[in-house]
DNA sequence: AATTTAATTGCAAAAACACGCAAAAACACG
DNA sequence: CGTGTTTTTGCGTGTTTTTGCAATTAAATT
């Protein structure tokens, strides 16, 4: 493998993930560990990403990590964390869009190996740096608020798809009304979603329990997981606890 | 064996595997390594390929690097304006991916009134900033090089599309071998595209002209429009301006 | 403070490269 | 056809680049 390659290969694994590790570009490139400092190095001295103990940094990593315009950034990702756990080797994954998926995406284990559909472009993006996963994205009208597909294309889509699980994020959630939205067209697709996976887990950040909007999608029941930021105990999770759903 | 017959034999190599090995030409060749090298000399002065300690690379392997400061920014630019007169209020345009149309699309006047179709979600991303454009992304495969969908469901799709004009970049583009691309996938689906639109206008830097490689997209008879950044009047363009296609 | 882990530095061998030179082949032209 | 010129090619020599190893230093971890 000529040099100039070698370097490629660390700026496209920087790009991708932000950084990399000294350990694991000895491995990948089977190189011994002075030849990737020099690369390094050499990188360094182009301006093309930062160095570190240990790894590379990309270069745009501060601006791209520092993301606190999202909101209620931390409790999405202890979401995220919790939600990956349904995620098995293999699986069939449907998801919606949402910030909140988004940091699940970026939560994800390097190593995984999957089929994901999803309705997202951001989502799919995000999705095809892993390498052995397998991203479907479901094309159709998109949608300038929520960024996401949607129309009779999308549903006509979803009702030929078969996913083990769908995670999806939501507007509101009530313990009796369920969940429910305000767009007709969200609300369509939600129930597409729902109708094509076998389990389906809602990722949740506290403060959008306990709301009951315009148009419903389904009752609690349908759900097969809550995913919160709070604890599984947590006082404000009492009236869904008695419900058919796993709270997690 | 005639040098221009080598030339040829390394050419065909550096597009069929973007690279080449100074040490593999001497074997396959059975010449010494001064007169490859000497060749590669040469092919580089032709600008038909770069030189690397140890072998060469192809040009058109620009690896999406520095990706902070998109490769060519000005250049692409530049394209983007020009092409841009292109696009009329109510017309419907199918674009691809890649760098240089995600920049035309910044580079929409804010008033534009259209229906885009795209196979990229970074385009759909960007086009529905725009309060008028309708954006219909279509859904498939996700191409974890290109940024693009691809596959059989793509290809349907899209023949079922009727556009005014499509947009598309490009890997290389030959004066008698027209457009030309690496990979199959990608060779199917910028046919489709073609195949649905009136009109096809190639976005194209420069340093991609008079570029050939394994598979053949279209002659350069079936493109409408070729942008680039140079002047219409340059002399790098002269073989193209021969041809039946109006150059901008 | 002790131990592990990563970085740096200098060094040496191998590989790749550049340059000049000369033999051979191809070419030009009276 | 003969002679002079250009092109092409391989070889020898010296230089540069690349790479891994070993010894030392620095940084993180416990």
Request: charged share 25%; net charge neutral.
């Amino acid at each position: 493998m000529l040099k100039k390659e070698r370097h490629d290969f660390i700026m496209r694994q920087i790009n991708l993930h932000n950084r990399v590790l000294t350990s694991d570009l000895v491995q990948l490139l089977t190189v011994s560990e002075d030849t990737i400092r020099r690369d390094l190095q050499e990188l360094v001295d182009a301006n093309l990403l930062y160095k570190v103990h240990g790894g590379a940094l990309s270069k745009s990593y501060h601006s791209s990590f520092d993301d606190s315009t999202v909101y209620a950034r931390d409790s999405k990702i202890v979401i995220a964390k919790k939600a990956i756990n349904l995620i098995k080797d293999g699986m069939v994954v449907l998801t919606g869009g949402g910030t909140t998926i988004l940091e699940l995406v970026k939560q994800l284990p390097q190593g995984i190996s999957a089929t994901f559909f999803t309705i997202s472009p951001l989502v799919a993006v995000e999705l095809a740096k892993y390498n052995n996963v397998e991203v479907i994205l479901i094309g159709g009208l998109f949608s300038k608020n929520s960024q996401v597909t949607y129309g009779g294309q999308v549903i006509a889509q979803l009702s030929e798809i078969k996913a083990d699980l769908c995670l999806m994020g939501t507007s509101a959630i009530h313990p009796e009304e369920g969940l429910t939205d305000t767009y007709w067209e969200i609300n369509q697709l939600k129930k597409a979603m729902l109708a094509c996976a076998k389990r389906t887990a809602v990722l949740c950040i506290s403060e959008k329990l306990d709301i009951a909007l315009r148009l419903r999608v389904c009752p609690l029941e349908s759900i097969s997981y809550l995913i919160t930021e709070l604890d599984i105990n947590d006082e404000a999770l009492s009236r869904y606890r008695e419900k058919e759903l796993n709270i997690l």
